[in-house]
């Protein structure tokens, strides 16, 4: 038990359904605000359980497999941390991956059935494959790689409004009517599915500067592999360019959003960034990360900026909590 889960990493898999039930919980405080019905059925909440816990299980699989592949970079660079072999074989390994996804994708070919849409299978499919591909080929290429497993993230986010908008909506209401900055931004955000791309970009962006820390922290163990990443393939002083760059893009959005999205109606700017505290928080651990990693020498130091990285990502994701909880 302690290798199965060593092997499928419970605190990311945990991230994951947290991100999930973030974009549930941010459209259950309109419903609740408003008395509308925007989530569907009477086993929505089912159905999207069973969604969490496919998309939980792809995840899991995904990290079996890359595992797999990495066993001899991993005894260089996580020798405390290799799993298959050690405590699981790698025939156990091959057939955990293969439950997982299976159970994955008759999940998706049910909710698929009951939605009367293909999108879940999709989506699904284009997971697994992907991550089968990124552990066999493309974890050792520059770059593609690493946007091919952001851009998995940010799907998380985006396959959580496909289950809510394909259903059908109640119409959004005009947040030019209200009178409070909360309704305000909850409104706009809702509308056309905002805070859902928004919460995949800042998914997207800050995994992508994580996927490069971790490919500066695992330089050794790739270059026994052959490995072509970009740290390898062009040196640590442009991978932390990189690195940078992406951690700045989310304040760069946030206050393009703040200050071109304002209400006609003075709400103040402090009522207004209370509202978006835990997306300030979370801003400026990125700002710590981008610190650390400047100032990073060694293994150690960009592990601490990696760490930064996903605080930045967990205190984003709880936004939704937070709102629920400002408005109760």
């Not at 001899?72 to 699981?88: L, Q, S």
């Not at 610190?291 to 150690?300: D, E, H, Q, V």
């Amino acid at each position: 038990m302690k290798g199965f889960l060593l092997l499928i990493r419970p605190i990311n898999l945990l991230i994951i359904a947290l991100t999930m039930y973030s974009v549930r919980l941010f459209i259950l405080t309109y419903e609740k605000m408003y008395s509308v019905q925007f989530l569907g059925n009477n086993d929505e909440e089912l159905d999207f359980f069973l969604l969490v816990l496919s998309t939980v299980m792809i995840a899991a699989g995904g990290n079996v497999i890359n595992d797999y592949f990495d066993v001899r970079a991993d005894r260089m660079n996580k020798p405390k941390r290799v799993i298959i072999g050690k405590y699981i074989n790698r025939r156990w390994a091959i057939l955990i991956h293969s439950s997982l996804n299976f159970i994955a994708f008759a999940i998706a070919v049910y909710l698929s059935a009951c939605y009367e849409t293909f999108w879940y299978v999709f989506i699904h499919l284009l997971s697994m494959n992907a991550l089968w591909l990124y552990s066999l080929i493309l974890k050792k290429k520059p770059l593609i790689g690493n946007f091919l497993i952001a851009g998995l993230t940010a799907l998380v986010p985006i396959l959580c409004g496909v289950h809510f908008y394909v259903q059908g909506s109640v119409d959004i209401l005009e947040p030019e009517m209200f009178k409070t900055a909360f309704e305000y931004w909850l409104i706009s955000l809702l509308n056309q599915g905002y805070f859902i791309w928004l919460l995949a970009f800042f998914a997207f962006v800050n995994n992508f500067a994580r996927e490069i820390i971790k490919d500066v922290e695992d330089i050794k163990g790739d270059q026994l592999i052959s490995a072509k990443t970009l740290p390898i393939q062009y040196g640590v002083k442009l991978s932390k360019i990189w690195i940078v760059a992406l951690l700045l893009l989310p304040l760069v959005l946030f206050t393009v959003l703040f200050l071109f999205h304002q209400p006609k109606n003075d709400f103040g700017l402090m009522d207004q960034m209370l509202i978006f505290l835990p997306v300030i928080i979370s801003l400026v651990m990125d700002f710590v990360a981008i610190g650390l990693t400047i100032r990073a020498t060694t293994k150690t130091g960009f592990l601490k900026a990696d760490q930064w990285v996903k605080y930045a990502m967990v205190s984003g994701v709880v936004t939704s909590l937070y709102w629920y909880l400002l408005w109760m």
